[in-house]
């Protein structure tokens, strides 16, 4: 059983598309988070959700848009993707609180745009 | 504006030997930090923390130690295996709802 599952692992589009990526974990977690590791190997993270509700946006163009139906998924629709938003795209989720930083980590997925 | 900082970006190790790992951060807020271990084409998986509150813990054959005064940790696996090659990440967080923040990584590779 996948604890952090993510589709698709890879994703190959042209400028311009919009593109979603899913994510479910079958952890009972209640935090949910999406990071981006670039071309320099960087981990950052770009949303976290908390109970369904968006608590941690980092700056991320409003061309990402997370959108959580519930405790379990957080997807990521990306709109007129651009040269520079392609990485390794990877969801994670965490119990929260400070005493459960532990986070798990999907497989991540592979977006290249070309 | 790197907070988390793995200067090292690869290591070599023979099986059986130690291998440690350093870490170093800036931002004192941070007063929870771990390790996380990666294989290609997978996602990070947790591998051991520690509190701020703590200088060491110690789980199997890995170590954290934390250095509060130097902003400093390192990731101690003796012996090493083979099995351990993979890249090691770095990463902090101030309690509560907060994200992690990773460093580069440092690759590890254990020779037999």
């Known amino acids: 059983d996948t604890a952090v599952s993510q589709t698709p692992k890879y994703l190959v589009t042209q400028m311009g598309n919009d593109k979603s990526i899913k994510c479910e974990q079958n952890l009972g977690h209640d935090t949910m988070y999406w990071y981006k590791q670039d071309s320099k190997k960087f981990l950052k993270i770009m949303f976290s959700y908390n109970n369904k509700e968006l608590i941690i946006n980092e700056t991320v163009p409003n061309r990402f848009s997370p959108k959580s139906p519930d405790k379990a998924h957080l997807n990521l629709h990306i709109n007129s993707l651009e040269l520079g938003d392609s990485a390794v795209y990877f969801c994670?989720?965490?119990?929260?609180?400070?005493?459960?930083?532990?986070?798990?980590f999907g497989p991540g997925t592979r977006l290249t745009v070309l | 504006d790197q907070q988390v900082k793995q200067n090292s970006p690869s290591l070599s190790v023979q099986e059986g030997r130690i291998s440690i790992l350093n870490c170093d951060y800036t931002?004192?807020?941070?007063?929870?930090f771990l390790w996380y271990k990666k294989y290609p084409a997978e996602g990070p998986t947790f591998l051991i923390s520690i509190s701020s509150i703590k200088d060491k813990n110690e789980d199997g054959r890995f170590t954290v130690f934390l250095n509060k005064s130097a902003k400093h940790l390192s990731l101690h696996i003796v012996p090493s295996q083979p099995g351990d090659s993979a890249v090691y990440f770095c990463?902090?967080?101030?309690?509560?709802?907060?994200?992690?923040?990773f460093g580069k990584g440092t690759m590890l590779l254990v020779s037999p």
């Open positions: 990463a902090a967080s101030p309690s509560g709802y907060s994200t992690l923040t």
């Open positions: 931002n004192s807020m941070f007063d929870y």
């Open positions: 994670a989720s965490s119990l929260g609180g400070p005493q459960y930083n532990e986070q798990f």
